[in-house]
C-alpha cells in the first residue's frame, strides 16, 4: 500500500508509532486494496499528525472513505482522554453536526410516478438551497436561542415534528452542555435566517427507493422494506456552524501557544478539554449542532407537508428511521485498555455505529444496534447499515460517513457540466435539481469513491452491519 504501513487484516492497516516523530499511538484505517489505489499520501500524513495529540487513546482512526481535510482528515476519528487530552476543531470541521436523516413513507415508485415531477418541484420549492438561502419559516430572533440550547426538541415542541422523531435521533436531536454565550454576535446573525434550509456544497433531500434487504429483522425493526419510497435529508449548522468554528480556532491557536502544545500541524490548534478556551469551543460547538438538528427537523416537517397534501397519506405515516452526527466532538464512555472511561470523541466525517445493548438506544432498537445511514453521491446507492459490538471494540462505535471525494470542486467544475451531468441522470430516471449547474457538476458521481466498495470495507470489517439498500430517484442539491 504506502511504505512504512503494516498491513493487520485484509481491509486493516496500521500506521505504526515512529512513522512521523511524535505520534504517541499508532494509526489505524480500513480501505481496500482498490480504495488505496486512490488515496491521498496527504490523507495518512495528517493521520499520523493526529496521533501526536496529548491524552489520545488507543489509535487514531480513519474510515475508508478517508480524503484530505483541515487538521484532522475528513474519515478520521480520534478519543482523548479528559484528563489529559485535547479539544480540537479541526478533530470536528467547519460544517458542525453536518449530519443525514431517513424517513420512510408508506407509498411506492409505482405509487408516485406519474407525479414525480411535481413532487421535486414542490421540495424544491418549500426547502431554500444554495449558499445563503434563507429560511420560509420566517423564525422569530429569540428561536434561534432555543435551537441552540434544545435542538430537534424546540422544533418539535413547536409543532414540527412529533416526539418519535426525537427517540429516533442520536442524542435525542439536543447535545447537553450548549452555551449560547460563547457563539458570537455574527454568528448568530448568520443562523438565524437559515433554519429549514439545505446550505450548499454535499448537501441535498433525495428521494429513494429501497431496492434490496440485506438483513430483514434490522430492515424490519427500522421500518424499512423493498419498494418503498424514502426521504434522506443531509444538511448542517449552515453559516452559524462555519463561524463558530471560524471564531473558536482563532481563540484555540492561542491557547495553543498558552499551554505549549506542539503540533506539527497549525490546522490541528486546539486546548485542553478542561481549560477555559476547551470548555468554551464546546459549548459553542454543541450550541451549533444543536442548530443542525433543528435544522433537519425543520426540513422534515417541510417534506412531510408536501407528501401529505399531494398523496393523501398521514403526517405521522412518514417515520423517522434514525438522524446521524458526523463533523462533532462528543463526551462518551468506552473500553480503554480493559477499563471503561469517559472520552471525548472527535468524529470528523465519519459516523457514530453503537452496537447491540447500547443505553444509548432506544429500546426497540437495543437488541440491533444503532441505524446508521451512508448517502451516495448522486446517481449512486445509499445503504443503510447498524452498528456492531465489533465497532465498540475496535473503532469507538464509528464508521464511515459517505463515499469521500477523489476530485476537488474546481476540478470537478473545470471538467464536467452540469447539465450533462443532470441530463445523463435524467436518462436513469433520475431528476435533479439544483440553484444552478456548478451545483451539480461539483458534486457529480464521479468526483466521489464508489459507495458500494466504501460500505463492503466498513461490513467486512464488522465495523458495521448491511441492512438495506436505496436508489436516487430525485435529488435536490445545496
Not at 109 to 126: G, P, T
Not at 155 to 166: F, H, I, K, P, T
Not at 287 to 297: I, L, V
Request: glycine fraction near 12%; include cysteine.
Amino acid at each position: 500500500m504506502i511504505d512504512g504501513v503494516v498491513r493487520i487484516a485484509e481491509n486493516e492497516w496500521e500506521v505504526p508509532c515512529g512513522y512521523l516523530p511524535g505520534m504517541r499511538v499508532p494509526g489505524r484505517f480500513f480501505l481496500s486494496e482498490s480504495l488505496g489505489r486512490i488515496l491521498e499520501p496527504g490523507a495518512l500524513q495528517q493521520l499520523a499528525n493526529v496521533a501526536t495529540l496529548p491524552g489520545i487513546v488507543k489509535h487514531a482512526l480513519a474510515m475508508p472513505d478517508i480524503h484530505w481535510g483541515y487538521g484532522f482528515p475528513i474519515g478520521g476519528v480520534a478519543a482523548f482522554s479528559l484528563e489529559d487530552g485535547v479539544i480540537s476543531p479541526g478533530g470536528v470541521g467547519f460544517d458542525i453536526n453536518c449530519g443525514v436523516r431517513l424517513l420512510t413513507t408508506p407509498v411506492s415508485l409505482q405509487d408516485i410516478s406519474s407525479r414525480k415531477k411535481d413532487l421535486i418541484d414542490q421540495l424544491f420549492h418549500v426547502v431554500p438551497t444554495g449558499v445563503g438561502a434563507k429560511s420560509s419559516q420566517k423564525l422569530p430572533t429569540h428561536a434561534l436561542d432555543e435551537m441552540m440550547i434544545k435542538g430537534a426538541r424546540w422544533a418539535v415542541e413547536n409543532g414540527y415534528g412529533n416526539e418519535r422523531d426525537l427517540v429516533r435521533c442520536e442524542e435525542a436531536g439536543g447535545m447537553k452542555g450548549a452555551s449560547i454565550k460563547t457563539v458570537s454576535a455574527k454568528a448568530r446573525q448568520r443562523g438565524i435566517p437559515q433554519g429549514g434550509t439545505l446550505g450548499s456544497g454535499n448537501h441535498f433531500l433525495e428521494l429513494q427507493v429501497v431496492r434490496e434487504i440485506f438483513d430483514p429483522v434490522a430492515a424490519g425493526a427500522f421500518g424499512l422494506q423493498e419498494g418503498q419510497v424514502c426521504c434522506m435529508i443531509h444538511c448542517g449548522s449552515r453559516g452559524l456552524g462555519h463561524q463558530v468554528c471560524t471564531d473558536h480556532l482563532k481563540l484555540l491557536e492561542a491557547a495553543t501557544k498558552k499551554y505549549q502544545i506542539k503540533l506539527p500541524d497549525r490546522q490541528l490548534a486546539c486546548a485542553p478539554i478542561s481549560s477555559p478556551e476547551g470548555r468554551d469551543y464546546f459549548s459553542a460547538m454543541a450550541s451549533s449542532a444543536n442548530y443542525a438538528w433543528a435544522n433537519r427537523q425543520l426540513i422534515t416537517h417541510a417534506v412531510r407537508e408536501v407528501m401529505e397534501k399531494m398523496f393523501s397519506i398521514g403526517y405521522d405515516e412518514m417515520p423517522l428511521v434514525y438522524d446521524v452526527a458526523h463533523n462533532v466532538a462528543k463526551i462518551e464512555e468506552h473500553h480503554v485498555d480493559g477499563k471503561r472511561m469517559q472520552v471525548c470523541v472527535h468524529r470528523k466525517g465519519a459516523t457514530r455505529a453503537f452496537g447491540p445493548g447500547s443505553v444509548d438506544l432506544p429500546l426497540e432498537l437495543s437488541t440491533i444496534g444503532q441505524p446508521v445511514i451512508i448517502p451516495g453521491s448522486m446517481g449512486t446507492s445509499s445503504y443503510v447499515l447498524c452498528g456492531t459490538t465489533t465497532a465498540m471494540e475496535k473503532t469507538f462505535g464509528s464508521t464511515c460517513h459517505g463515499a469521500g471525494r477523489v476530485m476537488s470542486r474546481s476540478q470537478a467544475k473545470k471538467r464536467l457540466s452540469g447539465k450533462e451531468v443532470a441530463a445523463n441522470l435524467a436518462k436513469e430516471g433520475i431528476l435533479v435539481r439544483a440553484p444552478h449547474e456548478n451545483a451539480i457538476a461539483d458534486e457529480a458521481p464521479d468526483v466521489y469513491k464508489p459507495s458500494d466498495e466504501v460500505v463492503r470495507v466498513v461490513h467486512d470489517a464488522g465495523i458495521s452491519r448491511l441492512v438495506a439498500r436505496l436508489v436516487p430517484i430525485g435529488v435536490i442539491k445545496g
